[in-house]
């Protein structure tokens, strides 16, 4: 999946995230190494310094992990699919003035032939 990203939108320059167990693993680094992107880890405690990322940690948390039961990675992988389509594509968020997330880009003008612009992921 992380080659998948770099290959589409390319590498970013830094990843800000948090010093939660899922991002202090040896793989994380080693790909962060490879792909020479800065890993900028939020302060303990301070989950304000995330603040722009929360919202979706909960919504991700509440309305999938929490009502979702896996019974292999391929089905976890289908599922997670499916929902990320359907909260990018379907759903209105409030943060987009009512709009889904693809909508608020291909406006904003970061969305180009069905692929986002900037660069994200590593």
Known sequence: MLNRLV???????????????????????LRACMHKVKLDFSRPGTPTDNAHIEPFNGTLRDAFLNTNWFSSIAEATRLAEAWRRDD?????????SGKTPTESAEISGLCHGGQVKIAAGF
Not at 9 to 20: H, I, K, L, M, P
Not at 88 to 96: F, V, Y
Request: charged content about 20%.
């Open 88 to 96: 990018n594509d379907c759903r209105p968020h409030m943060t987009h």
């Open 7 to 29: 290959y589409l939108r390319g590498a970013a320059n830094a990843v800000f995230c948090d010093s939660g167990a899922e991002f202090t693993r040896q793989i994380i680094d």
